[in-house]
Structure formats: C-alpha cells, structure tokens
C-alpha cells in the first residue's frame, strides 16, 4: 500500500507508525507495571491476613488499605490499554478513572485510621473530628462521580483527545493529603517521644510518605508513566517489612518488648542520659504465677502475663518509661526521673495500675507482683545493673512471703 505513496508520504506514514509502536509498547509496560503492584499487594495483604500484625482492629485497616492500593493499580492497569490500544468509549474511560481516585483516596484515608490506632487513637470517638477527616474523602467522591458532567478533572476534546481539566491536581490531594497529614503527625510524635524505641516505632510510619512525595516530584516530569501508581505498593512494602522486623522485638503473647528490643533500649538509654537524669532499673515478677496456672489452667496464666504487660504498657505511656518481658512469668520497665525523684512512686503505679485491670476484668483470683529496682551509677556494666535488681526482687519476695 505505501509503494503509491510518495516518498515524503512514506517517511510520514514511518514516523506516525513508530510513534504507535512506541506508544503501544509504553500502553504495555504501564499496564504490567501496574499488575504487578497489585500482585505484591495481594501477596502482602494475604500474608498479613495469615499472619501480620497483633491487633485485631489494626490488621483489619492495614489489610483493607492494600486491598483499595491493590484496586487502584488494577484500574489504572486498564486506563492507558484502553486509553491508547483499545480506545474504550469515553464513559468507561471516565468510570476507570474515577475508581482509580476514589481507590486511591480510601487507601490514603485507612492509612491515616491505621496510624491513629497505631497510637492507640479512636478517630470516630470524637464524631466532629471523624467528620471532618472524612470531609476531603466525601468531596473526591462526589467530584469523581459528577466528573463525566463537569470537566473539572478531565475531558475529551472533539478529537477525542484526552485532556486534564482545570482542578485535575485537586484529586491528588485530596486522596494524598490523608497521607501527609499522617506524616506531619508522626513527625510530631517522633519529635515529643523520649524513648528511643518510641522514635524508631514513629521513623518507620513517617518514612511511609516519602515514597509518594519522590514520586509526585518525578511523575511531574515523567507523565506518561505510572510513577504515583507506583508509590503506595512501594509504601506498604516498607511498612511491612518494618512489622516483619519489628515483630522480631516484640513478644508475641503480651505485645510488648522482648528481652532483645530491651536490651537495646537500655544500651541507648545509658549512652544518651543526661545530667541531672537517674536511671533505673526494675525488675518485675508475677507473685504466685505457678499457683495461679497449677489451679486456674495455663490459658488464665497467659491472661495474667497479658494484665502485666497492659499494666506496664499503661504505667511506660503515662511516665516515658520502656517495658519489656524479660522472660516467664519476669517483667522489666526502664524508667528515667529527674535526680532526687522517688522510684518508689513508679513501683506504686504499676501496682495500681495492675490492680486496676484485675478489678475491671473477669479475674477471680489476687494477681500481684514483687518488684525490685536498681540505679544506673556511670560505671555500672548492664549485667550488674540488671543483677542488682534482680537480688532486690528476690529479697522483696521473700520478705512478703515470710509476711
């Protein structure tokens, strides 16, 4: 056919031909790149499923977020075939696109839910707060379902051409917002924690918004390809990975610090103490554990083992201390006070604290502790600190038993 075209008409018809390869190919590469995004969040949502995170409530949102992540990258997967391949008609096209914003929107707004309750936050107590999260997710709904008729997004000119409209960035920030807000929340959070594990628990949900923000930056230049739609696959991975790691330093029965993540903690604790600051060991355990098994069943000690961490969990938010299992039925908390402060008045805490729990709970049996503290002096090494109060437990036990 091209043998009766002129030679200028067949250079022409080369270019415009190379142009739909090209075009072709990146249709192609946008859409693979796109399922598998998916595919890695549906491998990662089915392994937290499985497994994953400790907290009923939290394992739900984290999950509901990559599957919305995962449904955002499906859609776009079949918004530049259908766009340049496949030439969808011009309703499906708009359907595709708003699904892809309104996935995206709810994924970035369950992040935020997930990093509230990753603070032990209920956003929906305060009804007028939840309102007011949910507005700028509400408004890319409706925007996204009257977009068809308005233009404000995008339309097709009378070529049929695509074209952005004039509040097009509106939809990224509405959706993306959720996240920087998390951000600015945890940044906050990592800034007012003393602990350093604390710093590290906040680190790791911060680092979840850089992703995008690369991405946005570089999406800016690069416009055909599927950068942004990139980002959140990239987010979770480092999320998850950070859960993976961090389940490693955790114990898995009471949630809180293992004997490991304790040890660190105390390392830091001893480097970073300033002047003016004591430090303090507390060696923790439970009075009676083996009675309270051998006449109630393991699953009510396990219960108990649960308390005291609730219990020390509750004192360490209240005092800027660290707490840990230690192992058994032996707790730790490390505590830092003002020099001249009475250590004295954190070991009340956490009696009452215990004694709080136990009241409010289906306990039918006294659960108390013997604690035993020791200070950091400068010179110390970590095994004579934790040596020392170990010792001290032990007296204090014997005391109250002779009692």
Known sequence: MTANLSPRAQALYGVLLSRRTIEKMESLM????????????????????RSGLDASLKKTVFVTALLFAMAMNVFDALWAPGLHLFHFPHAVLYILNSLYFICMGTAAFLWLCFSE???KVRLTKNKLL???????LAALYVLCVIAPFTGWFFHFNEAGEYVRGPIFYLQYILGYGYVIAASVINLIGAISRKTFAQQQDYAVMLSFAIPPIVCAILQFFLQDLPIMSASPTVSFLL???S???SQVCLDPLTGINNRRKLLMELSERIKKLSDGKDLYFLFIDVDSFKTINDAHGHFEGDRTLQ??????????SETGGVCARYGGDEFVVLQELES??????????VREHIESIRVAGTYGYPISVSIGHSKYHGDDDIQSLIARADRRMYRNKAAKNAD
């Open 239 to 241: 999320i998850y990975t």
């Open 30 to 49: 946008y859409c693979e790149i796109n399922l598998l995004c998916a595919v890695i969040l549906a491998i990662m949502a089915i392994k937290v499923m």
């Open 307 to 316: 308390l005291i961490g609730d219990a020390l969990s509750e004192v360490c």
């Open 130 to 136: 939840f309102a007011l999260v949910v507005l700028p």
């Open 117 to 119: 309750i990753y603070r």
């Open 340 to 349: 001249g402060d009475n250590v004295d008045e954190i070991c009340d805490k």
């Open 243 to 245: 859960s993976l790691q």
